[in-house]
């Protein structure tokens, strides 16, 4: 079964609102990784956490990793339409690490 | 190559016959990743190398799938009797090593439809 769950699923926002996806495993996982991909395209790494609590700043983009290394976010503040894609979490579980699981994914749309 | 290669990038076929995917990674990249994406889903964990050895296949939907690597570089996956449900997106990554946990590149993808 899925491994790492991602909410929401969908979420539509007017440009310049913030925008937040929550990223939950049902296992510790070794470290984080966040991959943005854009309509008809591949995923593209954006950033990866590995310390418990962690968290990096990439411009308007904020990623933290939870204190328990099984949870994630990522908060997007006014957003843009450049901002639109479907934005997953992804990790190796911390006594596996021959497994690579990708979240169900939060697909963001901006309205202008 | 600069990027992270794939081919066919479509492929249409009929159920129950065999078809064969390819991935060529970026160079010097030892880490070789299998996804399956199908529609508006997220990313199914299929199978990783590092180098030529691949240390857990249980993530492979079932025995008609197989996967091999060679030479530490090009990678083949195997569907054999395709079946309807096998229509997806088939992706590959490659990464620098596994050890650290380098960041994944990504190939454009192998659109597979089973009619």
């Known amino acids: 079964g899925q491994q790492v769950m991602q909410i929401p699923q969908y979420q539509h926002v007017q440009e310049g609102e913030d925008f937040t996806t929550y990223c939950n495993s049902s296992t510790t996982l070794s470290n984080i990784q966040w991959y943005k991909q854009r309509p008809g395209g591949h995923p593209v790494f954006l950033i990866q956490l590995v310390k418990s609590g962690e968290v990096k700043k990439q411009k308007r983009l904020t990623f933290q990793f939870g204190e328990t290394k099984k949870n994630s976010s990522l908060h997007i503040t006014a957003t843009q339409t450049t901002d639109v894609g479907t934005y997953f979490c992804?990790?190796?579980?911390?006594?596996?690490?021959?497994?690579?699981?990708f979240g169900s994914g939060t697909k963001l749309n901006v309205k202008p | 190559g600069a990027g992270v290669s794939q081919s066919p990038s479509n492929k249409v076929t009929e159920k129950g016959k065999d078809v064969e995917l390819r991935c060529d990674p970026i160079s010097g990249h030892t880490a070789l990743y299998w996804y399956r994406q199908s529609l508006g889903q997220g990313l199914e964990f299929l199978i990783y190398?590092?180098?030529?050895?691949?240390?857990?296949k249980s993530g492979l939907p079932s025995d008609r799938f197989s996967a091999e690597r060679t030479g530490g570089s090009v990678s083949t996956l195997t569907i054999q009797r395709t079946q309807q449900e096998d229509s997806a997106v088939y992706l590959c990554?490659?990464?620098?090593?596994?050890?650290?946990?380098?960041?994944?590149?990504f190939g454009d993808g192998t659109r597979l439809s089973i009619l």
């Open positions: 990554a490659s990464s620098l090593n596994r050890d650290s946990n380098q960041p994944q590149h």
């Open positions: 992804a990790g190796s579980p911390r006594y596996n690490f021959n497994k690579f699981y």
């Open positions: 190398f590092q180098g030529n050895s691949a240390p857990d």
